[in-house]
């Protein structure tokens, strides 16, 4: 039982250039998240999913795209990168009411 | 939008004492409140979870209560040991799932 995997752990991007991050969990979780840790703001949330097909925007969506084609994976795009999305990236998914976390992607954006 | 304060936002203790990390959450309609440990470079690993209807919930030597009335949560926790450094967050969930986080206690417990 893996619990939540994240790939890549690190990743450095130039401004403009697109990528996704990977996030799969095999716990049979419906609902999945997505959050950004930034110093001195805490973690905040970017898109979640109450299952496969169905996604929604949380506090901070802008910038991102997120689909749920399966109940194990919940991809996280980033369009066009700009510096302002230099963070730490999580995923998440909650069983039971309780959130378990991958162990994060360091993104840079130059 | 909920606000989740945590103070203070670092905190060094010699081994062997006890220790409360404070929380605080403006809006009071919570489903749950989580604390969380993050230690450097990893991701966040639930320690306990309280739900509205309970008071306390208690892990070892960990110990969190909850009084919604004053939006107060803390976590207690005895006999500190060096192994217990390491930055405490805890997360209000309001409807939907959603959770909101504070910036974190940083703790050091000095050997």
């Known amino acids: 039982n893996a619990g939540v995997t994240q790939t890549p752990k690190f990743q450095v991007l130039k401004t403009g250039q697109s990528m996704t991050l990977q996030c799969a969990q095999d716990m049979n979780h419906e609902y999945m998240s997505w959050y950004r840790q930034d110093p001195g703001m805490g973690l905040r949330l970017i898109h979640y999913?109450?299952?496969?097909?169905?996604?929604d925007q949380g506090e901070v969506p802008n910038g991102y795209n997120v689909s749920r084609s399966t109940t194990e994976d919940f991809p996280l795009r980033l369009l066009s990168a700009a510096p302002s999305q230099t963070s730490v990236y999580f995923c998440?998914?909650?069983?039971?009411?309780?959130?378990?976390f991958g162990p994060g992607t360091r993104l840079t954006v130059t | 939008k909920q606000e989740v304060t945590q103070i203070p936002a670092a905190l060094s203790v010699p081994e062997g004492e006890n220790l409360v990390l404070n929380c605080s959450f403006t809006d009071s309609a919570i489903y749950n409140l989580q604390w969380f440990r993050q230690d450097p470079g990893k991701g966040l690993t639930s320690l306990l979870l309280?739900?509205?209807?309970?008071r306390e919930q208690t892990s070892g030597r960990l110990n969190a209560s909850l009084d919604k009335s004053s939006g107060r949560s803390t976590l207690y926790i005895a006999a500190s040991q060096p192994g217990d450094s390491a930055t405490y967050l805890c997360?209000?969930?309001?409807?939907?799932?959603?959770?909101?986080f504070g910036t974190g206690t940083r703790l050091t417990v000095i050997p």
């Open positions: 309280i739900q509205s209807s309970q």
């Open positions: 997360a209000a969930r309001t409807g939907a799932n959603n959770l909101f």
């Open positions: 998440a998914s909650t069983g039971q009411d309780r959130q378990y």
């Open positions: 999913s109450v299952g496969a097909g169905i996604t």
